[in-house]
């Protein structure tokens, strides 16, 4: 499996890599000692909680979304937006990707915000995602989803992981809502 080094100094390189692979998107990663008491209690009674990792939330066009790490990002019939403490709204169009692709796809990028790294990936193709994961050097870290109402094809997943010199992404899969893998990435070494 190819693997990519993502250091505060070559995170630009990386994002150019897998962004020519991919679309983008986000998640944050947590244990589940971090998981707040309100997504326990969702949990607890089999629903997922609104911004649980490993859930899909169907937002409404517009609707911000605290995505960890500082980011906010949107989601419009566009695309994604996304604003970082750095880097305020940014933008990455959906029609940039082909969501009439018979098969799914998944994508990656990469933010450095402060000390942690903000992953994310648009994903096309499909309205059946049950859950993104993302194979760090660290384990593996399952996404956040997030989608518009409706049958769009297409979606943002997003997970954000500590920023250190030694930190790999090694690939992205994407599975459906019955759990078999539909779509994946590995990224290509810049």
Do not use: C, I, M, N
């Given at each position: 499996m190819t693997r990519m080094t993502v250091t505060n100094k070559c995170v630009a390189a990386v994002a150019v890599?897998?962004?020519l692979a991919g679309v983008q998107g986000v998640a944050q990663a947590v244990t589940p000692a971090q998981?707040?008491?309100?997504?326990?209690a969702h949990r607890q009674s089999g629903e997922p909680a609104p911004d649980a990792a490993g859930s899909v939330r169907v937002v409404a066009p517009g609707e911000?979304?605290?995505?960890?790490?500082?980011?906010?990002?949107?989601?419009?019939?566009?695309?994604?937006?996304?604003?970082t403490p750095e880097m305020d709204h940014q933008?990455?169009?959906v029609a940039d990707r082909d969501v009439g692709h018979r098969r799914p796809t998944v994508g990656l990028m990469t933010d450095t915000v402060g000390n942690r790294c903000f992953l994310s990936g648009l994903y096309t193709g499909?309205?059946?995602?049950?859950?993104?994961?993302?194979?760090?050097g660290d384990g593996k870290v399952t996404a956040s989803v997030?989608?518009?109402?409706?049958?769009?094809?297409?979606?943002v997943w997003y997970a954000d992981v500590p920023l250190h010199e030694?930190?790999?992404?090694?690939?992205?899969?994407?599975?459906?809502?019955?759990?078999?893998?539909i779509a994946s990435l590995t990224p290509a070494r810049p």
């Open positions: 890599a897998v962004a998981v707040p008491a309100a997504a326990q911000r979304v605290q995505a960890g790490a500082g980011v906010e990002l949107w989601l419009t019939e566009e695309g994604k937006h996304w604003s933008f990455r169009s499909t309205v059946d995602v049950g859950r993104v994961v993302v194979d760090t997030v989608r518009l109402p409706g049958t769009p094809g297409w979606g030694d930190l790999t992404v090694d690939g992205v899969a994407l599975y459906s809502t019955r759990g078999k893998e």
